[in-house]
Structure formats: structure tokens, C-alpha cells
């Protein structure tokens, strides 16, 4: 687990300083929020207009917000995947055998970092 933290840890540090954009408030709708093993709260926005997807993470070492994410579905449950340079975030909403559980992926070049399991709050 602290291993998992430390490597989560060193993406979002790189990218800590990003925000959702401001017209997110007024113009996105939250379409999945979560709450995930070691802090991190995950909620995914929808632009109303455009339909883009926006990821927005808080954990205790920091805050990490993406634009411009996918949405698929792969073997009956939805995953939301977002890209920052070499690092890759999924969130899987819901698993088949609980729709309200869900995980949070973190790769890096194609490699995962960390898997945690994931509530819908």
C-alpha cells in the first residue's frame, strides 16, 4: 500500500498545479463520483455542451485535475480513461458483481503504477 502511494505520489506531484477549468462549475455535471483505498476522492464531469470529460482527484499528496478524457464500455461496465504525457489514469465505474464498487488504475507508459478499490459516494 505505501509503495502504491509513493508511486500515485510522484504523478500527481508532477501535476498538482492543474485545475478544472472555471466555466466547469456552470457548464459540467458531475457523472461519477468515488471514493478510493489510501484518500483519493475521484469525480468525473461532463461538459454539457462539448460532452468532454473531466477528471478531478484529491488525495493527501495533492490534487490532480485532466481534461479531455474517453468513456467506454468494456465487458458491461463503464471506464473512464484520461492521459497526461507519459501517465494514464482509468477509473472503472463499478465492477460486474457490484455496480457500486469501482478501481482506479494509474499507468505509466503502458505499465500499471498502482490499482485501488473504489466505492461510489
Known sequence: MKTSALLLALPISILTNFSLPAAADSTAGIIL?????????????????????????????????LSKGTSQATEGVRVYKFRKGIYEYWVWDGTLDNPQSGTLEVYKNNR????????KS
Open 33 to 65: 463520483s468515488t471514493k478510493c483505498q489510501g484518500g483519493y476522492n475521484i469525480n468525473i464531469w461532463q461538459n454539457h455542451t462539448s460532452g468532454e470529460l473531466l477528471y478531478r482527484a484529491t488525495n493527501p499528496n495533492g490534487n490532480l485535475s
Open 112 to 119: 500499471i503504477l498502482m490499482r485501488q478499490a473504489c466505492k
